[in-house]
């Protein structure tokens, strides 16, 4: 398949290069360091860190925006101690993560999980049956969080309001 960079792809890489951390993603030269230590790439063949520098170099937007390929990345950090060009992929997964907030693309699952941390303070509901475990493990009941202060801080940085909006 031949890919073309268009004008748009040129401007979709200028803006993950401007973002800080991923300045250096020109100077990847596809050694496949960051794939080959991935813990994630050993698990999930379609997961490839070297493949998404190669996407953002051609501009690839569309790629790097569908699917769950972004929320795939653990933010490990092993790419960024391993890469002999200090490239950074971690940073860059998280500048397109950033980019897919803005602009309405929140993966669905993980919309569901920020609009639930903002209603329940967890990602996931802690009932009688979750602290009756922790008591099994001598562990005392889940803190109650403070769901309201929760949900105004989410609000007030924008953050929440910006997960609500995601339509994709
Ligand atoms: S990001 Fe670094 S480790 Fe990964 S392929 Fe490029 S140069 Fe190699
Ligand atoms: S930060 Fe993400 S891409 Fe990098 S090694 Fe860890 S899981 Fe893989």
């Known amino acids: 398949m031949t890919i ?3 004008e748009e792809a040129k401007e979709f890489r200028k803006r993950v ?3 800080p951390g991923a300045e250096n993603i020109m100077h990847c ?3 496949g360091t960051c794939t080959a230590d991935c813990p994630i790439a050993k698990r999930v063949k379609e997961f490839r860190p070297r493949q998404i520098a190669r996407l953002v170099m051609y501009g690839q937007k569309e790629r790097l925006m ?3 390929l972004l929320y795939l990345c653990a933010g490990c950090y092993t790419c960024y101690e391993h890469c002999p060009q200090e490239v950074h992929v971690s940073e860059i997964v998280s500048a397109l993560r950033k980019m897919s907030l803005n602009e309405g693309h929140l993966l669905p ?3 569901a999980l920020m609009e639930g941390v903002a209603e329940m303070g ?3 509901e802690i009932d009688e049956f979750a602290n009756e475990m922790r008591e099994d493990d001598d562990l005392p009941p889940a803190p109650k969080p403070d769901t309201d202060g929760i949900e105004a801080v989410m609000r007030a940085t924008g953050f929440l309001g910006k997960v609500e909006a995601s339509t994709r």
């Open 4 to 6: 073309k960079v268009t």
């Open 109 to 111: 699952g993980f919309k």
């Open 66 to 68: 569908e699917g769950d």
């Open 17 to 19: 290069l401007e973002t």
């Open 122 to 124: 967890y990602i996931y």
């Open 29 to 31: 030269y596809q050694c």
